[in-house]
């Protein structure tokens, strides 16, 4: 393993005063193969009465990606989805040419720890139909004081057959003891590592809560050592081909498509439809970064 990447996350606030960790992308690292985007949600207790709630946005260009940890988050969508996450499962929606979701606490008073992600859809897939697809269970077992939960792709001879439209693997790993674990790496991909509890240490360093870990290409194996009560999560991909655009709640392969996305918003396309009841919290776009456009 060559020299690891530290990258500290940044605090963002996702509105409403809910402050999130955001571990891409950086200025150091746009991408972890399609990953693109890595917010760190919680773990969070809201007060009574206060939860998460995200009003009706839309995306182009990507898929997002939801592991949820503790809580129950309520997504509804402009193809009419209406689906709770539960800890141990995960959402996958597809934005492609254009979708709109909201996403709510379930109840107030909630516990809420998850990690949500986006995933840039390549050339061939980024104007494609919109989707949404839920995953109850996950392959899960144990290993050597740790709990391992494929979370998309395949590791270790296991796989985890979801909509994904390129190659990668999202894998969380917990260990309430402490445990020191080989795990398999593919050397065609490139990994990171974001520790949600806890702390690891691998390659001499130490990594605390929200430091991103970028581990690079060509890797056949990570030795790591995670102390109790650690939770990480390991992404890892082939290089994305080609760089992408990312504009607010957009992705996509020119400044010009990303506008025309943000145009179409604010004019109320039917492009990106609607969520059923939500028209009330619908989010405005901030003004687009880029003149002549
Ligand atoms: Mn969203």
Not at 54 to 71: M, Y
Not at 129 to 135: D, I, R
Not at 187 to 213: C, I, K, N
């Amino acid at each position: 393993m060559s020299q690891i990447q530290r990258i500290a996350g940044r605090p963002s606030d996702i509105g409403e005063g809910m402050v999130v960790l955001r571990a891409l992308p950086t200025r150091a690292r746009r991408m972890v193969g399609a990953w693109c985007f890595l917010d760190h949600l919680g773990p969070v207790q809201f007060a009574a009465g206060q939860g998460m709630h995200v009003g009706a946005h839309p995306h182009i260009g990507l898929q997002t990606f939801t592991w949820l940890i503790e809580g129950e988050v309520l997504h509804r969508d402009s193809l009419g989805n209406e689906q709770v996450i539960r800890p141990g499962q995960v959402n996958l929606m597809t934005a492609g040419h254009g979708i709109v979701h909201s996403e709510d606490s379930v109840a107030g008073g909630q516990r809420l720890h998850a990690a949500q992600l986006w995933i840039a859809l390549p050339a061939d897939a980024v104007d494609c139909a919109g989707g949404f697809a839920h995953y109850p269970e996950l392959p899960g077992w144990d290993d050597g004081g740790c709990r391992f939960t494929l979370l998309a792709g395949s590791f270790a001879g296991r796989t985890m057959a979801g909509d994904f439209r390129s190659p990668l693997v999202g894998l969380d790993l917990w260990s309430e003891a402490g445990a020191m674990a080989r795990l398999q790496l593919d050397p065609e991909f490139e990994y990171g590592l974001l520790p949600l509890q806890g702390e690891v240490r691998m390659g001499g360093e130490s990594f605390a809560t929200d430091e991103f870990a970028y581990l690079g290409l060509g890797a056949e194996s990570l030795a790591i050592d995670l102390a109790p009560a650690t939770r990480i999560l390991l992404l890892g991909g082939q290089p994305f081909g080609e760089p992408v655009q990312m504009w607010w709640n957009f992705v996509g392969f020119s400044k010009a498509e990303i506008a025309r996305a943000q145009r179409d918003w604010e004019a109320g396309s039917p492009r990106f439809g609607r969520v059923a009841g939500d028209e009330g919290r619908r989010l405005v776009a901030p003004p687009l970064p880029w003149a002549g456009y």
